[in-house]
């Protein structure tokens, strides 16, 4: 059964920085891409980040513009977001998502990512 479960999100003030976690079970997690979406109510999920399966290629969506990090631990099985200059137009829920293919090179649409952590609330107060 695959898990992914999130932590790190909460409550920030403007120009302030966030960790967030996700931990993954289930999978292969060396074979697997990962990827970080958010989501507004009414909207639809975009791609925050999303590194490949080795940590040699990210992807950043535009709004990010520098501020935010994506990363991985092998041995920890584990997906990071770091997430620096954080401005109110950034809350909203987080999730971690993994693709339903190994060896995932695609173009971060969200029907490519059969697995999703619970959401995380992250709020940046003005």
């Known amino acids: 059964q695959v898990q992914l479960v999130e932590s790190g999100g909460g409550l920030v003030q403007a120009g302030g920085s966030l960790k967030l976690s996700c931990s993954v079970s289930g999978r292969t997690f060396s074979s697997y891409s990962m990827a970080w979406f958010r989501q507004t109510p009414g909207k639809e999920r975009v791609v925050v980040a999303f590194i490949n399966w080795s940590g040699g290629s990210t992807y950043y969506g535009d709004f990010v513009k520098g501020r935010f990090t994506i990363s991985r631990d092998e041995a920890k099985s584990t997906v990071y977001l770091r997430m620096n200059s954080l401005q109110p137009v950034d809350t909203t829920v987080y999730f971690c998502?993994?693709?339903?293919?190994?060896?995932?090179?695609?173009?971060?649409?969200?029907?490519?990512?059969?697995?999703w952590g619970q959401g995380t609330q992250v709020t940046v107060a003005s």
């Open positions: 998502a993994l693709p339903e293919d190994v060896f995932y090179s695609g173009d971060y649409q969200s029907d490519d990512f059969g697995y």
